[in-house]
C-alpha cells in the first residue's frame, strides 16, 4: 500500500503502519462525507483508534440517527469509487489559519492557536475536503475497501466538560472485506453474550434509575458471587495472606496524608460527621496502613500479608457508566503486602503465582507488562533500582514472557499488570503488581531491623481480578452465561413431568438441597417441554433431572445436560456424587 506524507513524498507503508494509516484516512473519508451531508458542520478531531476511527464533529441542533449512520456510510462509499487523490500542501501559521477561517472552520483555528508563531502547518485535501493533519494517508480514496461506521456518542470539546458538547460519529476499517466480516461477526456474537442483557435474563444484578453506577445484586447474582469469594478466601488462605475489613467512611485527615483528597477528590464522596469532612473510599491501602501502623513490627514479622475484599466507591461519569465494568460501587479483591527489600523477588514471584492461577481456572489467556519508571517519579534511583530489577527477576525465574512498558510505571514505583483476553480476542487490564515507597513513608511505617535500626517497609499492592463485579462481567461474557457447574447460581433444576410426580420429585429436591448444592425445584404447571427450554436457554443451569413415572417407580433420575438433549439415566445418589466431585474439583 503507497502512502503520501506532509511533503507530498509517495512510499511503500510498513506492514505495522497500514492499519493506522487506512484508519486515520477513513476519519478524513468520513469527514468528508459528513460534511456533504450537512455542510454546516464545523469539525475537531479526528484520529485512528485501535480497531477503527471517530471524528468530533459539531452538527448544530442535528442529532443523528442510525439512519443518518447509514448515509455517512453510503456517502463514504461514494467518496472512494471517486478515486479521490489524497493530496498534502503546508502553509505557514497565519495563512492556515486564514484558509481555516475562509471555511468557518472554528476548531482548527482554535487548534492552530496551539502551536508557535513560526510553526508551518500541513494539511491533506482529498476532492473539495481540506483538513489539518501531520499524516500520512492513502495515495487514493479507492484504497480504503473495508469499513463501516458503527455508533454515535458526546464528546466535549479537547475532552474538558467546560467546553461544547460534540457529536463524536465512529467506524471501524480493516485491510480487507474478509477481516471486516469477521469483526461484524464478533460483535454480533459480542451482543449475545452481553452481560447487562445476560444478567436480566438469568436474574444475576440490576441497575436503577435510583442509584446509576451501583449494582443491586440478585438472589441468583448473589450465589454466583459467593461462589466467587469462596474460591477467593481459599486461595488467600492457601497463600498465606491474613483477611482484615477497614471501614467504608474515614476522616479527610487519612486522605490527606494519602495524598488523596489533593490529588482524587473529584472521584471521591464526601461527607459531614460532628462538623468533620469525611470520604467514602475509594481504595483501600490507606486502611491497610493504619492496620500495619496499630502495632509494632519487627524484620521477623515480615513479609505481612493483608487481603481486603473491600467495598469501595468512585465517582465515575454518569456518560461512561457500562454494567459490571464501569461502575461506581465494587468490591476490590485487594490485598496489600509490607516487605523488606530482600523480600520483594520472592514475594512478587509468589504473588505471580496466585494471580496466574486465578486465569487459568477460568481459563483466560494472559500476557504480562512490566512498567519502569515514569519522569515524574518519587523516591531515589536506589530505590527504584531494587524494586524494579526485584520485579524483573521474579518474572525472568518462572520463565515469564513479557513486554517492558518504559516509563509507564507508577509515580510511586514500578508495577507488572496482567492483560487477559477472552473468547472474542478483547483485551482486558485487571491483576496489578505494583510497588509502592509512597504510602510507607506518607504513613510513615517502620520495622526494627536486625541490627536494631528502623527501617521503613516496602508496600506492594495487588488485585488480580480487578473487582468481583467486572470480573463477573468478564467471566458472564466469556460463558455466555454457561457458567461452570462450581460457579452456577442454580447447579441443578428438578423438573417434574406432571403432578402425579411431584412428590417424588420433592423427595429428591431435598436430598439434593441437604447436599450443600444450589437446586430449585420447578413447581409450575407448565410442559415439561417448556420447563426444559427455559432451565437450559435462559436460566442455563448445568444438569436437569426429568422426573416422570419411570423414574418415580425405579427410583431413578433422568439427567439432562445444558449442553446435550441426550439423557442418562442413574440412581440419586451416584448423581449426587458425580456433581460434588465436579463442584469439589472446579472443573
Known amino acids: 500500500m503507497k502512502i503520501i506524507d506532509a511533503h507530498g513524498a509517495v512510499s511503500e507503508c510498513p506492514e505495522e503502519l497500514e492499519l493506522d494509516t487506512l484508519r486515520h ?15 454546516q458542520a464545523d469539525f475537531g478531531f479526528g484520529p485512528a483508534t485501535d480497531k477503527g476511527f471517530y471524528y468530533d464533529v459539531d452538527l448544530g441542533d442535528v442529532k443523528p440517527t442510525e439512519e443518518d449512520l447509514q448515509k455517512i456510510e453510503a456517502e463514504m462509499k461514494k467518496i472512494t469509487k471517486e478515486n479521490l487523490p489524497f493530496k498534502s500542501f503546508i502553509l505557514p501559521r497565519d495563512e492556515a489559519k486564514k484558509l481555516m477561517a475562509d471555511r468557518n472552520a472554528k476548531y482548527k483555528l482554535e487548534h492552530i492557536d496551539d502551536f508557535d508563531d513560526d510553526t508551518e502547518i500541513s494539511f491533506f485535501q482529498q476532492g473539495e475536503y481540506i483538513d489539518m493533519c501531520s499524516g500520512p494517508h492513502i495515495t487514493y480514496t479507492k484504497a480504503l475497501k473495508a469499513f463501516k461506521v458503527t455508533s454515535v456518542s458526546g464528546a466535549y470539546w479537547r475532552a474538558d466538560s467546560n467546553n461544547k458538547m460534540l457529536t463524536r460519529i465512529y467506524g471501524v476499517a480493516f485491510r480487507t472485506k474478509d477481516e471486516l466480516a469477521e469483526y461484524e461477526r464478533l460483535i454480533a456474537e459480542a451482543e449475545k453474550r452481553d452481560h447487562r442483557k445476560i444478567g436480566k435474563e438469568m436474574q444475576l444484578f440490576m441497575m436503577v434509575d435510583e442509584g446509576p453506577g451501583f449494582p443491586f445484586w440478585l438472589p441468583n447474582g448473589m450465589k454466583l458471587k459467593n461462589a466467587l469469594m469462596d474460591y477467593w478466601h481459599e486461595k488467600q488462605a492457601e497463600y498465606g495472606y491474613e483477611e482484615i475489613e477497614t471501614p467504608t467512611i474515614l476522616s479527610r485527615k487519612l486522605w490527606e496524608t494519602s495524598g488523596h483528597w489533593d490529588h482524587y477528590k473529584d472521584n471521591m464522596y464526601t461527607t459531614l460527621i460532628d462538623d468533620e469532612d469525611y470520604a467514602v473510599k475509594p481504595m483501600n491501602c490507606p486502611g491497610a496502613c493504619l492496620v500495619y501502623k496499630s502495632q509494632l513490627h519487627s524484620y521477623r514479622d515480615l513479609p505481612l500479608r493483608l487481603a481486603e475484599a473491600g467495598h469501595d466507591h468512585r465517582h465515575e461519569l454518569r456518560g461512561a ?36 492461577d486465578y486465569y487459568k481456572q477460568f481459563g483466560f489467556p494472559f500476557k504480562v507488562e512490566l512498567s519502569t519508571r515514569p519522569e515524574n517519579s518519587m523516591g531515589s534511583d536506589e530505590d527504584w533500582e531494587l524494586a524494579t530489577e526485584g520485579l524483573r527477576t521474579a518474572l525472568d525465574s518462572m520463565g515469564m514472557e513479557y513486554t517492558v512498558n518504559e516509563g509507564d510505571g507508577a509515580f510511586y514505583g514500578p508495577k507488572i499488570d496482567f492483560h487477559l483476553q477472552d473468547c472474542l480476542g478483547r483485551t482486558w487490564q485487571c491483576g496489578t503488581i505494583q510497588l509502592d515507597f509512597q504510602l510507607p513513608l506518607n504513613f510513615q511505617l517502620e520495622y526494627t531491623d536486625s541490627d536494631g535500626t528502623k527501617k521503613r517497609p516496602i508496600m506492594i499492592h495487588r488485585a488480580g481480578f480487578g473487582s468481583f463485579e467486572r470480573f463477573i462481567g468478564m467471566l458472564t461474557e466469556q460463558y455466555a452465561g454457561k457458567f461452570p457447574t462450581w ?31 444450589r437446586v430449585e425445584l420447578d413447581e ?30 425405579a427410583g431413578t433420575v433422568a439427567v439432562r445436560s445444558r449442553d446435550t438433549s441426550e439423557t442418562e439415566t442413574m440412581t440419586l445418589d451416584e448423581f449426587i456424587a458425580k456433581v460434588q466431585a465436579e463442584v469439589a474439583e472446579r472443573k
Open 321 to 356: 457508566l457500562h454494567g459490571l465494568f464501569r461502575v461506581r460501587a465494587f468490591t476490590q479483591d485487594d490485598a496489600h503486602l509490607y516487605v523488606r527489600p530482600d523480600q520483594i523477588t520472592e514475594e512478587v514471584t509468589s504473588t505471580t503465582h496466585l494471580i496466574t
Open 25 to 39: 484516512s477513513a476519519a478524513h473519508i468520513m469527514a468528508q462525507a459528513i460534511a456533504r451531508i450537512w455542510p
Open 487 to 517: 460457579l452456577a447460581p442454580t447447579q441443578i433444576k428438578v423438573l417434574p413431568v406432571s403432578d402425579k410426580t411431584m412428590d417424588y420429585a420433592k423427595e429428591v429436591y431435598d436430598k439434593i438441597l441437604k447436599t450443600g448444592l
Open 524 to 553: 409450575r404447571g407448565e410442559k415439561i417441554g417448556y420447563k426444559i427450554r427455559e432451565a437450559q436457554q435462559v436460566d442455563r443451569v448445568p444438569y436437569m433431572l426429568v422426573l416422570g413415572p419411570k423414574e418415580s417407580e
